[in-house]
């Protein structure tokens, strides 16, 4: 799965990257979110849910924004969520992963859709595509994912640049669109 030379960093080595080296940066960093080898990430308070039941990639989808009070909300099947990381993180010298906590999965929450993978010199929030088997609460400033780290072999001179997702400051809908203007030479 991971080739020669491809690892996943140790809890101890991200705890040591963090405070001693500086290669990876989380902000709000906690140790006591740390795991054997990956960081526990926290809900956002806020949720995006898209105002279009059809949506169409070639165009800059309107969503409204729903609050989880601290009382909880309940998430339904049929929606897509976007939420986001209480946290921004940053690392020009590993691959950043996520996954949704077991916990959260056993709890029928799928924390992302397709878009788990980072890539080398992303600085931002992560955006959750947030979806559920059946009704469940959900809380704001829960652990909700996890984040781990990758080795990488070979030249890393080409790092995460593009324009429609980092330094992010909130929860962002799809930019796909952006990429038929790119297409279209506009």
């Not at 080296?21 to 809900?43: C, E, K």
């Not at 998430?75 to 077991?102: A, H």
Request: hydrophobic share 35%.
């Amino acid at each position: 799965m991971f080739g020669v030379g491809k690892m996943v960093l140790s809890g101890k080595e991200i705890n040591r990257q963090i405070t001693e080296m500086g290669g990876i940066q989380i902000d709000d960093y906690d140790v006591s979110r740390l795991n054997p080898n990956s960081y526990n990430l926290r809900l956002h308070n806020q949720l995006l849910v898209y105002k279009d039941t059809i949506l169409d990639m070639k165009k800059d989808n309107a969503a409204r924004e729903i609050e989880i009070p601290e009382t909880g909300l309940a998430l339904f099947p049929g929606t897509l969520y976007l939420g986001r990381t209480v946290e921004r993180t940053f690392t020009d010298k590993y691959v950043p992963m996520l996954e949704g906590r077991s916990s959260i999965g056993r709890l029928g929450i799928y924390i992302h859709v397709t878009a788990g993978f980072g890539d080398i010199g992303f600085d931002g929030f992560w955006t959750l595509e947030i979806s559920c088997v059946q009704p469940v609460i959900i809380y704001p400033g829960v652990e909700i994912c996890q984040i781990y780290f990758h080795t990488v072999e070979g030249d890393t001179e080409i790092q995460y640049k593009s324009g429609k997702y980092q330094k992010n400051s909130g929860i962002q809908t799809s930019r796909m669109w952006m990429d038929f203007q790119k297409e279209d030479g506009k």
